[in-house]
């Protein structure tokens, strides 16, 4: 209790602290295309908060494409955030807080003072598709180095992705909401960004984890085409869309538990009646997601082929790519196990190691758990090349084994990529930096997914429930060089800004592709050969079905 009182005066007193430099700041008007904005200066930067880039999602717009926002006529203050997306499941201290919110189709600008035709960096939030939200990411770094920021909520969970006979044949496009959400807001950016110094020919897309998803779905979409220049995946740029069929199957499950009868427009319109908070509670709990709730889609139209079939046929939107991950994924979702069960329980125990063996490689394997299978004798091969005894302890045994496969997907993404657009790939390895997540007795933090955003976004410690700690001088440093080389990429497609070192061009040349390291006291380089043996992708590659 003690922490979680002092995780809310904190957030208390922060919030007040936001309002008391709000009431200094001077205030900016301007005019964009739907009507005036008042936003904030604040030292060298300028603030617009809230600004709604569709109308609010909700009664008939419910499960329907993102459509324009109502103009305005009188200034509208844009110093507050507008409202998070309707979410439940909040990944421990990572997201929240829950919410029903449906009117939530917001976005932030943040750009230097006096910026004139500057690089735009695109801000897609992640959160497993199910939480998160803008306001947890401080740009004022990435502004510092000359970027103009956008951060965006987006339709999350149930409500932006949805596959359901009913509202499939609507005759609209259908089931991947959340994407056309982030689209709908790189055309408010195409369309508006002028306005705040911005460069609507320079835009990046950009995310982490499933915003790195979410990135990497754009860039498949063609939809999205000439809506961005360039694009960076951050521990995500790997995932597959989910069958139609599958998603379409808990849609209709989801209305069934719902109560939902009939079909077509009455079973629509029964679904759009329903209360959000039932929504909510058919979503899942605050520590795990629900049977009904799945992901981005292979609908046809918004991403109409796999991503690896779209990658190698070149059925892609061509642009730059920087694509990496960090050394430990898997320890955050150890992380979050920990944070719902509690002390003193140890991080992972050689039966969950087992366990999750087991349910991981002893069922379907497809995107969204749908097929195809694991060939039989699978789990048993899991376990005999991850062997206890090879590892100090459970957790990072576990860690291995979480993180291993999906950097080898990510490998094989970058090498598809590389011989078409140009890659540069990274792993982020310091292995000390701060976590956000409580004291958990047992528990090692190591780079773990999400540990690399407090380096761009200065603070960054997750939802209201996260706890903040500096940076040292030598993280400090690392977060200037990894900034630096995020505004470059933004500018010119090259994170050296020339050239090809201290980060080499990724060559997709199995055994000799170069790879950057951002770690501590300095970054190095690491050929592919060393992150084949790091990661076991000999292993995988004949392990792995999709």
């Known amino acids: 209790m003690a922490g979680v009182f002092l995780r809310r005066f904190a957030a208390a007193a922060m919030a007040m602290a936001l309002q008391l430099a709000a009431a200094n700041a001077a205030s900016i008007p301007l005019h964009i295309k739907d009507g005036p904005l008042l936003g904030t200066r604040s030292g060298g930067m300028v603030s617009f908060l809230g600004i709604p880039y569709a109308a609010p999602p909700v009664g008939h717009l419910r499960w329907m494409p993102p459509t324009p926002p109502a103009p305005w006529t009188a200034p509208r203050p844009a110093t507050a ?3 998070s997306c309707a979410q439940i499941t909040t990944l421990g201290p990572f997201a929240g807080p829950a919410n029903a919110n449906e009117d939530c189709l917001y976005l932030n600008v943040f750009a230097p003072a006096g910026a004139k035709k500057l690089p735009v960096l695109f801000w897609i939030h992640g959160g497993g598709n199910i939480d998160g939200r803008s306001n947890d990411y401080d740009a004022g770094k990435l502004v510092k180095a000359g970027l103009v920021v956008v951060t965006i909520n987006y339709r999350l969970g149930l409500f932006g992705f949805l596959g359901q006979p009913a509202l499939d044949a609507e005759g609209h496009s259908f089931g991947n909401y959340a994407i056309l959400d982030q689209q709908a807001a790189l055309r408010w950016v195409h369309d508006n960004i002028a306005a705040f110094g911005g460069d609507p020919g320079n835009v990046t897309i950009a995310g982490q984890s499933a915003g790195a998803s979410s990135a990497s779905f754009n860039v498949l979409s063609p939809l999205a085409k000439g809506l961005f220049q360039r694009a960076i995946y951050e521990s995500g740029g790997y995932n597959a869309p989910i069958a139609l069929a599958v998603t379409e199957d808990k849609g209709v499950k989801l209305a069934a538990a719902a109560g939902c009868k009939g079909a077509g427009a009455a079973m629509a319109a029964c679904l759009r009646k329903l209360p959000a908070q039932k929504l909510l509670a058919l979503s899942g709990t605050a520590s795990a997601t629900g049977p009904y709730t799945s992901g981005p889609m292979l609908d046809g139209r918004v991403l109409p082929e796999r991503a690896l079939d779209a990658y190698i046929a070149g059925h892609f939107n061509h642009v730059p790519v920087m694509n ?9 979702n150890i992380g979050i196990t920990e944070f719902y069960s509690g002390p003193p329980r140890a991080a992972v125990t050689a039966a969950d190691f087992k366990a999750y063996a087991a349910k991981t490689y002893g ?6 758990g749908g097929p195809p299978a694991y060939p039989k004798g699978t789990v048993e091969a899991v376990l005999a090349h991850y062997p206890l005894k090879n590892y100090a302890s459970p957790q990072l045994a576990q860690d291995a084994l979480m993180t291993d496969p ?3 997907r990510s490998r094989r993404t970058a090498r598809i990529l590389a011989p078409q657009v140009p890659v540069y790939d990274y792993t982020f390895d310091e292995a000390t930096a701060p976590t956000y997540f409580p004291v958990m007795p047992g528990y090692k933090s190591l780079a773990y997914h999400t540990a690399d ?8 410690h997750g939802g209201p429930d996260g706890i903040s700690h500096p940076l040292n001088p030598a993280q400090q440093k690392l977060s200037d060089r990894m900034v630096s080389a995020w505004a470059n990429f933004a500018r010119s497609g090259n994170p050296n800004g020339a050239g090809n070192a201290p980060w080499p061009k990724f060559t997709g040349t199995e055994g000799t592709a170069l790879y950057l390291s951002q770690n501590i006291p300095a970054i ?16 995988w590659e004949k392990t792995l079905v999709y």
């Open 524 to 539: 190095s380089t690491f050929t592919d050969s060393q992150f084949v043996a790091r990661h076991q992708c000999g292993f």
């Open 81 to 83: 955030f507008g409202p």
């Open 324 to 332: 990496g991950m960090v050394a430990d994924e898997g320890n955050f």
């Open 453 to 460: 955003l407090q380096f761009l976004f200065a603070g960054y």
């Open 406 to 408: 999906i950097s080898c």
């Open 363 to 368: 069922g379907n394997a497809g995107a969204g």
